[in-house]
C-alpha cells in the first residue's frame, strides 16, 4: 500500500545527514496529503512555520496554497504535497545546490510511489529542480511539458503571491488550466 511505503520512507528520510541543513532544522518536512493521489504539488523547501510543524505549507504560503487547491476542487484527500528539501535553509534562503543533490533522492523516491498523472511545480526553485535548470518561471510559468511521461506545470509560488499580487491573475489562468489537465486525466481525483 503507497501509504506503507510513504511512511517507511519518512521513516528513512527522519536519519538523513546528507547536507548541512539537518544541523539547523527543528523538524524534517517530508510531506501531506494523499500518495495515492493522481496529482502532486512540488514546492521549494520548508519556511519556518513548516520547521516548526514538520507539515509542508501551513503557513500564510500554505494558507494560500489551500484555498488556491479548494479553488480547483482539490485538498490534501485527492493531492500529495512535497517540497525539493525536507528541511528549512537558514532565513528562507534559496536551497544549495549540494543541498537540493542531497534530497533529490528523496524527491524521486516520492515521485515514484505517488506516480503521478501531473505534477505541479510551485515556483522556479521546484520547476529547476523539475522541469529544467534553466527554466524562467515569469516566462514559462502555466505552460506544461512532459517530464518523464507526466504532465507537469509551474506557477507561482503562494508565497510570491503573498508579496505581489499582481501576480494572481497570472495564476488564477493558471489553476483553471490546471483544473482543465485534471478533468482530462485523471478519473480519480473529482
Not at 3 to 11: A, H, T, Y
Not at 55 to 69: C, H, N, Q, Y
Not at 151 to 176: C, G, M, N, S, W
Request: net charge positive; glycine share 6%; proline share 5%.
Amino acid at each position: 500500500m503507497k501509504s506503507d511505503e510513504m511512511q517507511s520512507l519518512e521513516r528513512e528520510c527522519m536519519g538523513c545527514r546528507g547536507c548541512e541543513l539537518c544541523k539547523t532544522r527543528t523538524n524534517l518536512v517530508f510531506g501531506r496529503g494523499n500518495p495515492d493521489s493522481e496529482v502532486m504539488f512540488v514546492g521549494e523547501g520548508p519556511g519556518e512555520q513548516e520547521d516548526l510543524s514538520g507539515i509542508p505549507f501551513v503557513g500564510r504560503a500554505g494558507k494560500l496554497l489551500d484555498d488556491m487547491m479548494e479553488m480547483i476542487d482539490l485538498s490534501d484527500k485527492n493531492v500529495y504535497i512535497a517540497n525539493t528539501v525536507k528541511c528549512r535553509p537558514p532565513k528562507n534562503r534559496d536551497p544549495l545546490p549540494e543541498e537540493k543533490l542531497a534530497c533529490r533522492s528523496w524527491l524521486n523516491r516520492q515521485l515514484e510511489i505517488v506516480n503521478p498523472k501531473i505534477i505541479i511545480c510551485l515556483g522556479r526553485i521546484a520547476a529547476t529542480e523539475i522541469i529544467r535548470e534553466d527554466f524562467k518561471i515569469t516566462r514559462e510559468r502555466g505552460r506544461w511539458f512532459t517530464v518523464n511521461g507526466v504532465q507537469t506545470i509551474a506557477i507561482y509560488h503562494p508565497a510570491a503571491l503573498l508579496r505581489d499580487v499582481t501576480k494572481r491573475p497570472d495564476t488564477f489562468t493558471d489553476l483553471r488550466e490546471i483544473r482543465s489537465e485534471i478533468r482530462r486525466l485523471c478519473k480519480n481525483t473529482y
